[in-house]
């Protein structure tokens, strides 16, 4: 933690920026697995706003659709913690079940589903009446989560199973399981449903899955001349709202790939920081920003040129990252 | 040979055309298909120089019936389930009719944490009933070079392995010169090979060497500690120069006496202070935590070495039966074999095999009693193909004939 007087400095010099320059700000949130906080950046200026003290081993970080309010991961505490985005207050908390990991917000915003790695379960928490509405058995240590843009198919990964689980929101049953490469981390939708993206860190793949017939339709891997293969493992994956362009968080190859959705051919490989694991995009789409764990980082990619344009020190162990729109 | 081969290629190929389709939801109603594993071990109580390093009694069967009920989540999926069966001889027995009871009893592959002569002794018997047997106890290096089985698949380390990976971290931090103590048991002098063959291998000079004899004294008595800390000083006393005092003791006679009781003050590693091993119970990097937390909730203690391999080979078999859609030794066995299978084991990265002696690549950790002080192989320690392959002996060096 910062002391009070740099604190105080940081976030005047902040503030001025802000009012000088006049472009869109957004606030990234930083869940910091190691030092069990979560780190504010200002998206324009780059400045750290503020640290906020969290529970234990945050990880899956998101926001609602409203930008009021943070849902955190507090993994150690068995635990999603709900933070106030004007007030930075933890404001309340959901049943997570037991070692939440990563989570997925429903299109209406109404529903969270979570990934328990200790449980083998998909939980389904109804938000506003914080009532589990359903334990869904899945694979061996459940991570990646995923959903369509109707909100119809919700997808996780297994990471020790080594499938997709494709589940039906309105029944809750899995109606399809996709055998993927080994330790799948991230699922993500084309905006337009088409396909789902899972990332395999330990086979270094992303399976793209047909999602109407269910199918892997194709194998992306990667290569980075001087690196060797065992490097290479993917965890996150997000797909611009074009649907035009993916970016894939390479882990201890500490890069992104920029892959074309149409070929889906590896266009470019960004440097940023060391173990790249989450990504998240400004909602404007100008920007992504990476997390990276062992750099204690974020790098800021200018998506219109996929050059790293700034990184930024936050937390220890920077895991994900959520931008909210204001 | 080479029909055979292309009869290999086409159904590899058409279960890799199966890979990618949607995985079948098995009909309702129809029994899942069962793969029956055995696990053969042999087992007496042996007391330890700590009461915190005497091996609990399910030691390695824990970590195989975690990975049994991990593959059983994955095989609801897809219509299988696994089973495990244990059977126990006595150290240094035949193991042979043990093995004969568990094959009528209908297992297909088997673990066997046995001694070397053991396990040859019950390769030989399975290669006429088309067993495949998965090796977590033994780390002797001549089973994967002199003595190699085609039908045997090496999921410990070898001593080889282990000494390479401690000796890569000692040159990493420049602290070459080593003196040696070791046993006067055949696993104490074999480990002392090791670290000898390391010592060449990676630019270690062993200054002296001093054998540690087995007198027979009791590993426990009131007042055992005050002589202790008088004799090992005088033991060690005399040695040249040295960075680090290098233990070969497998046989708990005298290492865990070593450290903090030399004449110089030295760092002591290999059986006792710093040790090399197939996985660490504190271990938490790459997911650890996740099988760690597993493990405990299941058994109640903490995930040792043999837990690990016997977890991993369940796992390889569970991942093959996966891949394969087959409950089928034959067809499993083949998959495993085949160049690109690999295995996720909380080490960072895949896990494959020697394809000349079926030995299970893998990084190796380095601990004390407390926490993971480092994992090896060390940056620097470059290898052509995988520098998994700078720990232990390498394709150029085998010995191994595989038959």
Same mark, same amino acid.
């Given at each position: /933690?910062?002391? #009070?007087?740099?604190?105080?400095?940081?976030?005047? *010099?902040?503030? /001025?920026?802000?009012?000088?320059?006049?472009?869109?700000?957004? /606030?990234?949130?930083?869940?910091?697995?190691?030092?069990?906080?979560?780190?504010? *950046?200002?998206?324009?200026?780059?400045?750290? *706003?503020?640290?906020?003290? *969290?529970?234990? #081993?945050? #990880?899956?970080?998101?926001?609602?659709? &409203?930008?009021?309010?943070?849902?955190?991961?507090?993994? &150690? &505490?068995?635990?999603?913690?709900?933070?106030?985005?004007?007030?930075?207050?933890?404001?309340?908390?959901?049943?997570?079940? @037991?070692? @939440?990991?990563?989570?997925?917000?429903?299109?209406?915003?109404?529903?969270l589903y979570v990934a328990n790695e200790d449980d083998n379960l998909v939980t389904v928490i109804d938000i506003e009446s914080r009532d589990v509405l359903a334990e869904i058995p899945v694979g061996v240590e459940p991570e990646g989560m995923g959903i369509s843009p109707d909100g119809k198919t919700m997808v996780n990964t297994s990471e020790t199973t080594n499938m997709a689980h494709f589940i039906d929101t309105d029944s809750h049953e899995i109606t399809d399981n996709v055998l993927v490469d080994s330790r799948p981390r991230f699922a993500e939708f084309k905006p337009d449903g088409s396909e789902v993206w899972v990332s395999a860190e330990i086979g270094g793949t992303v399976s793209v899955i047909d999602n109407d017939s269910r199918e892997v339709k194709h194998k992306i891997t990667f290569e980075i001349a001087g690196l060797r293969s065992e490097a290479i493992q993917p965890v996150g994956v997000r797909i611009t709202a074009d649907g035009k362009k993916a970016y894939v968080a390479l882990g201890p190859a500490n890069r992104v790939a920029v892959v074309d959705t149409a070929t889906y051919k590896v266009e470019k490989y960004v440097l940023v920081g060391q173990r790249v694991w989450q990504l998240a995009f400004t909602p404007d789409q100008k920007t992504i920003i990476s997390t990276n764990g062992v750099s204690n980082d974020i790098t800021f990619i200018d998506v219109a040129t996929d050059e790293p344009v700034q990184s930024v020190t936050v937390g220890s162990m920077p895991w994900g990252v959520v931008v909210s729109p204001k | 040979m080479l029909y055979v081969f292309v009869l290999f290629l086409s159904f590899w190929l058409s279960s890799l055309g199966a890979g990618d389709a949607a995985a079948q939801q098995p009909a309702k109603g129809t029994p899942p298909a069962e793969l029956k594993l055995g696990y053969l071990r042999a087992h007496e109580p042996r007391l330890a120089l700590s009461v915190l390093d005497v091996s609990p009694r399910d030691e390695g069967v824990a970590g195989a019936e975690v990975a049994i009920s991990d593959n059983n989540t994955t095989g609801r999926f897809l219509g299988q389930a696994f089973s495990l069966d244990v059977a126990e001889v006595k150290l240094e027995a035949d193991a042979v009719p043990a093995f004969r009871e568990l094959a009528g009893r209908g297992a297909t592959t088997v673990l066997a944490d046995l001694s070397a002569s053991q396990l040859l002794s019950v390769a030989d018997a399975a290669r006429a009933e088309g067993?495949?047997?998965?090796?977590? =106890?033994?780390?002797?290096?001549?089973?994967?070079?002199?003595?190699?089985?085609?039908?045997?698949?090496?999921?410990?380390?070898? !001593?080889?392995? +282990?000494?390479?990976? +401690?000796?890569?971290? +000692?040159?990493?931090?420049?602290?070459?010169?080593?003196?040696?103590?070791?046993?006067?048991?055949? =696993?104490? !002098?074999l480990f002392a090979d090791a670290l000898r063959r390391a010592a060449t291998r990676f630019g270690g000079e062993i200054v002296a060497e001093k054998e540690f004899a087995d007198t027979g004294t009791a590993r426990r008595t009131d007042s055992g500690v005050v002589q202790i800390q008088r004799q090992m000083p005088v033991f060690t006393q005399g040695l040249p120069d040295h960075d680090v005092l290098l233990v070969a003791d497998e046989s708990e006679v005298f290492g865990t006496y070593v450290p903090f009781r030399t004449w110089e003050p030295r760092p002591v590693a290999g059986t006792a202070g710093l040790i090399p091993t197939a996985w660490h119970p504190a271990s938490e990097q790459w997911g650890g935590t996740q099988i760690q937390n597993r493990f405990a909730k299941a058994t109640g203690r903490r995930m040792l070495a043999k837990d690990m391999s016997a977890?991993?080979?369940?796992?390889?078999?569970?991942?093959?039966?996966?891949?394969?859609?087959? %409950?089928?030794?034959?067809?499993?066995?083949?998959?495993?074999?085949?160049?690109?299978?690999?295995?996720?084991?909380?080490? =960072?990265?895949?896990? %494959?095999? !020697?394809?000349?002696?079926?030995?299970? !690549?893998?990084?190796?950790? +380095?601990?004390?009693?407390?926490?993971?002080?480092?994992?090896s192989p060390q940056e620097g320690f470059l290898h052509q193909f995988s520098e998994l392959d700078t720990l232990g002996i390498d394709q150029p060096e085998t010995k191994c004939v595989l038959k």
């Open positions: /933690m910062p002391n #009070r007087t740099t604190f105080a400095a940081i976030t005047l *010099v902040a503030g /001025m920026t802000c009012a000088a320059s006049g472009a869109d700000a957004f /606030m990234a949130y930083v869940s910091n697995e190691k030092d069990n906080s979560v780190t504010v *950046v200002d998206t324009v200026t780059g400045a750290v *706003v503020k640290t906020l003290p *969290v529970g234990q #081993r945050p #990880r899956g970080i998101t926001i609602s659709h &409203d930008g009021k309010f943070i849902y955190l991961c507090a993994s &150690d &505490d068995d635990t999603i913690e709900v933070i106030d985005t004007e007030t930075h207050e933890i404001v309340g908390q959901l049943p997570s079940g @037991p070692d @939440p990991e990563l989570f997925v917000l429903s299109p209406d915003g109404k529903t | 067993i495949e047997i998965f090796n977590i =106890g033994a780390t002797d290096d001549r089973l994967r070079e002199e003595d190699c089985r085609a039908n045997v698949f090496h999921i410990a380390p070898t !001593r080889s392995m +282990l000494a390479d990976g +401690l000796a890569q971290y +000692l040159i990493w931090k420049q602290w070459p010169r080593w003196a040696l103590i070791y046993g006067s048991h055949e =696993g104490d !002098r977890w991993t080979a369940v796992r390889i078999i569970g991942e093959a039966a996966t891949r394969t859609r087959s %409950t089928d030794v034959s067809q499993i066995a083949r998959f495993i074999r085949s160049k690109d299978f690999s295995i996720a084991a909380f080490k =960072g990265q895949k896990l %494959t095999f !020697r394809q000349w002696n079926w030995q299970l !690549r893998q990084p190796i950790f +380095l601990g004390d009693g407390r926490s993971v002080v480092s994992t």
